[in-house]
């Protein structure tokens, strides 16, 4: 079943186009992460999938079309935007009450069995809680909710490593199954690497790059090459080549493992290295977006 | 912590077998004005602080005059013309109330970017803008009501112990005071004219508080007073000020009405008189369009 389903998606602000014919497809089931460099136009396509913005070309998730009926799709989607949108004013447990009162599918008992495992008090105000604690909170209640999917916009930007290590950690192993749907923008790609099951590259305003998570181990391969085997390596066009600690690192597309192992050692590449070939590759774009 | 998560891993299964629940659209608009009441709670705190400042001061004025004046022609004078002053007092209270309220309710979403949580829950933009705009148009008015007789019946009270104490008899006090008639004069003027007939001033404000970025108070005023300066340069005439003036007066015949409700309520209020005004029903038909404005505004903002 397509949870996701986007072709030709445009939206302009003014003269600037945040999105350029974006199509995309996500299947239930999948954690896709959408991975682009600042003002790419993440937020923008992520919004224009929660109805939060108009937009151009055709879009569908579940089913509807976000932007008319927006309220209908919050039944089944959840999203957490940013960080700390929660009013600062609330009680944590008027959050509980508020939710449970208007959502179909929050599950007030499972809400509180995550908030019991962390340090938030119930009767706290959320301006009294640290920011990794407001997360916590936020995704508490996001968790309880039975959604189809669940849309995280830079969930753990500004938390310190242990919350967001956390952060993804109760996600996939409390909430994440079959059934369900995650779409997740992040600057730490390094941290959702081993999470995604999908990957998308999108840079201004367009998805340069997209592929399976076992297709991305299955043809990309990074080789820390023998100086003396630079230039046979070279021979096999590598997407890119980079200096760490005066070896020469190549990255390929489709190579055969066999040999460019004679060359050195073989790796699967990190999601950044590739990120960086891919977006540095593109025409007119200085390297070292990807964080 | 494995067991924990299994546990937890079992009960969404069970969860997500079981058929969600149903919430109803006066389920949705009952949480979204008891959310209102929990982010502003100067809408009953300040005609409670109201209230006790003015019983603190009856009290002290009571015991003083207690001593001195005997007449209970006098007496009872007094205490109706305090009562129309704590109603009037408290009138000005939550209207000074409902028009902040009304500046902020939805700027300050925007403003701390907590309007991104409230839209990713099934609340739609109607139902929040209603649930807003409620607030001045019913909930105020009935708080107004409940404060302003519950702190006139405390003066009652009081009097009659000072009465009692002088070793006066009480009948003259509580038989011509229209006990039952007074409250039902101050609901119908509380409701018909501080809910209904300045509803386009609330239904003005929500829409400039949608729509403003910064200086929402600005931006509400500056119109009206453009128009009203634009007017008099342009035509040398003064209506668009006088039929804001007649409105804020609570239209001619209500203000009069209002004015006498105290005295002897049911004779001279007609309570039907401003209910066929035209100007009534064009003021709700106003109060409508800004609403619709406001909602269709709300659905195309983020943050600020």
Same mark, same amino acid.
């Given at each position: 079943m397509?949870?996701?389903?986007?072709?030709?998606?445009?939206?302009?602000?003014?003269?600037?186009?945040?999105?350029?014919?974006?199509?995309?497809?996500?299947?239930?089931?999948?954690?896709l992460?959408?991975?682009?460099?600042?003002?790419?136009g993440?937020?923008?396509?992520?919004?224009?999938?929660?109805?939060?913005?108009?937009?151009?070309?055709?879009?569908?998730?579940?089913?509807?079309?976000?932007?008319?009926?927006?309220?209908?799709?919050?039944?089944?989607?959840?999203?957490?935007?940013?960080?700390?949108?929660?009013?600062?004013?609330?009680?944590?447990?008027?959050?509980?009450?508020?939710?449970?009162?208007?959502?179909? $599918?929050?599950?007030?008992?499972?809400?509180?069995?995550?908030l019991?495992?962390?340090?938030?008090?119930?009767?706290?105000?959320? $301006?009294?809680?640290?920011?990794?604690?407001?997360?916590?909170?936020?995704?508490?209640?996001?968790?309880?909710?039975?959604?189809r999917?669940?849309?995280?916009?830079?969930?753990?930007?500004?938390?310190?490593?242990?919350?967001?290590?956390?952060?993804?950690?109760?996600l996939?192993?409390?909430?994440f199954?079959?059934?369900?749907?995650?779409?997740?923008?992040?600057?730490?790609?390094?941290?959702?690497?081993?999470?995604?099951?999908?990957?998308?590259?999108?840079? $201004?305003?367009?998805?340069?790059?997209?592929?399976?998570?076992?297709?991305?181990?299955?043809?990309?391969?990074?080789?820390?090459?023998?100086?003396?085997?630079?230039?046979?390596?070279?021979?096999?066009?590598?997407?890119?080549?980079?200096?760490?600690?005066?070896?020469?690192?190549?990255?390929?597309? $489709?190579?055969?493992?066999?040999?460019?192992?004679?060359?050195?050692?073989?790796?699967?590449?990190?999601?950044a290295?590739?990120?960086?070939?891919?977006?540095?590759?593109?025409?007119?774009?200085?390297?070292?977006?990807?964080? | 912590?494995?067991?924990?998560?299994?546990?937890?891993?079992?009960?969404?299964?069970?969860?997500?077998?079981?058929?969600?629940?149903?919430?109803s659209?006066?389920?949705?608009?009952?949480?979204?004005?008891?959310?209102?009441?929990?982010?502003?709670?100067?809408?009953?705190?300040?005609p409670?602080?109201?209230?006790?400042?003015?019983?603190?001061g009856?009290?002290?004025?009571?015991?003083?005059?207690?001593?001195?004046?005997?007449? !209970?022609?006098?007496?009872?004078?007094?205490?109706?013309?305090?009562?129309?002053?704590?109603?009037?007092?408290?009138?000005?209270?939550?209207?000074?109330?409902?028009?902040?309220?009304?500046l902020d309710?939805?700027?300050?979403?925007?403003?701390?970017?907590?309007?991104?949580?409230?839209?990713?829950?099934?609340?739609?933009? !109607?139902?929040?803008?209603?649930?807003?705009?409620?607030i001045?148009?019913?909930?105020?008015?009935?708080?107004?009501?409940?404060?302003?007789?519950?702190?006139?019946?405390?003066?009652?009270?009081?009097?009659?112990?000072?009465?009692?104490?002088?070793?006066?008899?009480?009948?003259?006090?509580?038989?011509?005071?229209?006990?039952?008639?007074?409250? !039902?004069?101050?609901?119908?003027?509380?409701?018909?004219?501080?809910?209904?007939?300045?509803?386009?001033?609330?239904?003005?404000?929500?829409?400039?508080?949608?729509?403003?970025?910064?200086?929402?108070?600005?931006?509400?005023?500056?119109?009206v007073?453009?128009?009203?300066?634009?007017?008099?340069?342009?035509?040398?005439?003064?209506?668009?000020?006088?039929?804001?003036?007649?409105?804020?007066?609570?239209?001619?015949?209500?203000?009069?009405?209002?004015?006498?409700?105290?005295?002897?309520?049911m !004779?001279?209020?007609?309570?039907l008189?401003?209910?066929?005004?035209?100007?009534?029903?064009?003021?709700?038909?106003?109060?409508?369009?800004?609403?619709?404005?406001?909602?269709?505004?709300?659905?195309?903002q983020?943050?600020?």
């Amino acid at each position: 079943m397509t949870v996701i389903e986007a072709r030709g998606l445009r939206k302009a602000f003014g003269t600037t186009v945040a999105l350029d014919g974006v199509d995309l497809r996500v299947e239930e089931g999948r954690i896709l992460g959408l991975i682009g460099p600042n003002g790419a136009g993440k937020t923008t396509a992520l919004n224009a999938i929660l109805g939060l913005t108009p937009y151009q070309g055709q879009l569908s998730v579940l089913g509807r079309d976000p932007w008319n009926s927006r309220d209908q799709l919050m039944r089944d989607v959840c999203f957490i935007a940013d960080v700390a949108v929660l009013p600062r004013w609330i009680r944590v447990s008027q959050a509980l009450d508020y939710v449970a009162g208007i959502h179909p $599918r929050f599950d007030r008992a499972k809400a509180e069995g995550f908030l019991a495992k962390t340090t938030i008090c119930l009767t706290s105000k959320v $301006r009294e809680l640290s920011k990794g604690m407001v997360t916590q909170l936020h995704l508490a209640l996001v968790m309880a909710i039975d959604a189809r999917l669940l849309v995280l916009d830079e969930p753990t930007l500004g938390l310190d490593i242990l919350y967001r290590k956390q952060f993804y950690d109760s996600l996939l192993n409390d909430y994440f199954d079959r059934s369900r749907t995650i779409v997740v923008t992040t600057h730490q790609v390094e941290e959702i690497q081993n999470v995604l099951t999908d990957v998308m590259f999108i840079d $201004r305003g367009r998805i340069v790059f997209g592929c399976s998570m076992e297709e991305f181990e299955s043809r990309y391969l990074e080789v820390t090459v023998h100086p003396e085997q630079v230039a046979a390596a070279r021979a096999l066009k590598p997407m890119q080549e980079r200096q760490a600690l005066g070896r020469s690192i190549l990255l390929f597309d $489709r190579a055969d493992r066999q040999q460019l192992a004679t060359f050195g050692d073989v790796r699967t590449p990190s999601l950044a290295d590739l990120f960086v070939a891919v977006i540095g590759n593109q025409p007119g774009r200085a390297q070292g977006a990807a964080r | 912590m494995n067991t924990q998560s299994d546990a937890i891993l079992n009960s969404t299964v069970e969860s997500q077998a079981a058929a969600p629940a149903v919430i109803s659209a006066t389920q949705r608009m009952y949480w979204s004005v008891r959310r209102e009441l929990w982010e502003n709670r100067s809408i009953y705190i300040a005609p409670l602080v109201v209230a006790a400042l003015l019983l603190f001061g009856f009290l002290i004025a009571s015991l003083g005059r207690a001593l001195s004046t005997a007449n !209970l022609d006098q007496r009872r004078a007094v205490l109706e013309e305090r009562s129309m002053f704590v109603a009037f007092l408290l009138m000005g209270t939550t209207f000074v109330v409902g028009v902040f309220y009304c500046l902020d309710a939805l700027h300050g979403e925007r403003r701390d970017r907590s309007i991104m949580f409230w839209k990713s829950l099934p609340v739609s933009d !109607l139902t929040t803008v209603l649930s807003k705009a409620s607030i001045p148009i019913v909930v105020l008015p009935l708080i107004t009501f409940a404060t302003t007789v519950v702190t006139q019946f405390i003066m009652m009270m009081l009097s009659s112990m000072v009465l009692l104490g002088s070793g006066m008899s009480l009948s003259p006090l509580w038989a011509r005071s229209s006990l039952l008639l007074m409250p !039902l004069a101050l609901l119908y003027h509380l409701v018909i004219i501080h809910g209904l007939w300045y509803a386009p001033f609330y239904g003005w404000l929500l829409l400039v508080s949608a729509w403003a970025r910064r200086a929402a108070f600005l931006w509400a005023a500056l119109p009206v007073v453009a128009i009203g300066i634009v007017e008099k340069l342009a035509f040398n005439t003064t209506h668009f000020v006088a039929v804001l003036g007649h409105r804020l007066g609570g239209g001619g015949e209500a203000s009069s009405a209002a004015g006498r409700m105290a005295m002897d309520p049911m !004779l001279k209020l007609a309570p039907l008189g401003i209910l066929i005004s035209p100007g009534f029903w064009i003021g709700l038909a106003i109060t409508a369009a800004f609403l619709a404005a406001a909602v269709r505004v709300r659905r195309y903002q983020g943050p600020i």
